[in-house]
């Protein structure tokens, strides 16, 4: 089989893989749906563990060769500024894109507040002219982490585009929502085993495709990215009522709750719960890829 018949298939198979998960949002829902949680992320950015995994995530990019002092770096998807105020602290010259205002209004006071200098950019990467934008082979490196704004070989493609020389992605690997709960929720409402959802688990989070394909992609036309695997077990507690809400909120990123779904989900939080708190554990998959562009000088 000739390497363009591999593509091929491989492009074919991820196209329907991506048809069977979760719709895909509009722009302008995108943009709402993480609005509405930047405060939470904001918050987690700045705890010590978050600051941990940014530094683990930074000390990974070293690894692989690449230096922050005066380099210039496209974060796509940036969040509340995850990786966008490291990269500017050590010294890089950082532009930070996202699709939500909420986000980079976070993104903008996080910055403020450490007193660095970001170019925050309210911008769509599933609809981007990166030659208006003036981002062709631009940058030293180009992020996309955890974001949904990659979500295929398009979007891939469009990123490697605007790098000179290194880019990073990193996604999940596969598990259930957050509180580990996800099966039992789904046979709750009907979306379980015997439902209407056998979807695979890494196509539900919101944050694109999964590592999987991705790096199949690139594997396939010819890259040898490094690579590096985490596991995470978090252990969360909070209002039974906060705790369906959030779940409720990541069910809706694959189609709207009805009443009756939500009383099934809220009965079920504020049974499990214990003084009105609901405790709970997750596992967390994540991988992270960083490739040397081709062509790149």
């Not at 069977?20 to 904001?42: V, Y």
């Not at 490291?86 to 010259?93: H, M, Q, T, W």
């Not at 789904?186 to 209407?196: A, C, F, V, Y």
Request: charged content about 30%; some cysteine.
């Amino acid at each position: 089989m000739q390497k363009q018949d591999n593509v091929k298939v491989l492009l074919d198979c991820w196209k329907a893989s991506a048809g069977k998960t979760a719709p895909k949002m509009s722009e302008d829902r995108q943009a709402e749906m993480w609005s509405k949680r930047s405060g939470e992320f904001a918050k987690h950015v700045r705890d010590k563990r978050g600051q941990k995994r940014s530094m683990d995530i930074i000390e990974f990019l070293e690894e692989a060769g690449f230096r922050a002092k005066g380099a210039k770096v496209l974060d796509i998807g940036c969040g509340p500024g995850t990786l966008s105020i490291p990269l500017a602290r050590a010294g890089a010259d950082v532009t930070s894109l996202d699709v939500a205002p909420g986000m980079l209004a976070e993104l903008k006071k996080y910055a403020e507040d450490e007193k660095i200098p970001v170019h925050p950019v309210e911008c769509s990467w599933w609809t981007a002219d990166i030659d208006k934008l003036g981002y062709r082979k631009k940058f030293d490196l180009v992020l996309a982490s955890m974001t949904p704004g990659v979500k295929d070989a398009e979007t891939m493609n469009r990123m490697m585009a605007c790098s000179k020389k290194y880019c990073y992605y990193s996604n999940f690997l596969g598990g259930g929502m957050p509180g580990g709960r996800d099966g039992e929720i789904r046979e709750l409402i009907g979306k379980g085993k015997t439902g209407k959802d056998p979807r695979p688990a890494q196509g539900r989070h919101g944050h694109g495709p999964s590592l999987m394909y991705p790096f199949l992609y690139l594997y396939t036309i010819g890259y040898r990215p490094f690579v590096r695997f985490n596991h995470n077990r978090r252990k969360e507690e909070m209002e039974w009522q906060k705790a369906a809400d959030r779940m409720i909120e990541f069910l809706e990123h694959e189609e709207p709750c009805d009443a009756a779904t939500k009383r099934k989900i809220r009965a079920y939080y504020k049974a499990q719960a214990k003084d009105g708190v609901y405790s709970s554990t997750s596992d967390m998959y994540t991988g992270m890829l960083v490739w040397t562009v081709k062509n790149s000088t």
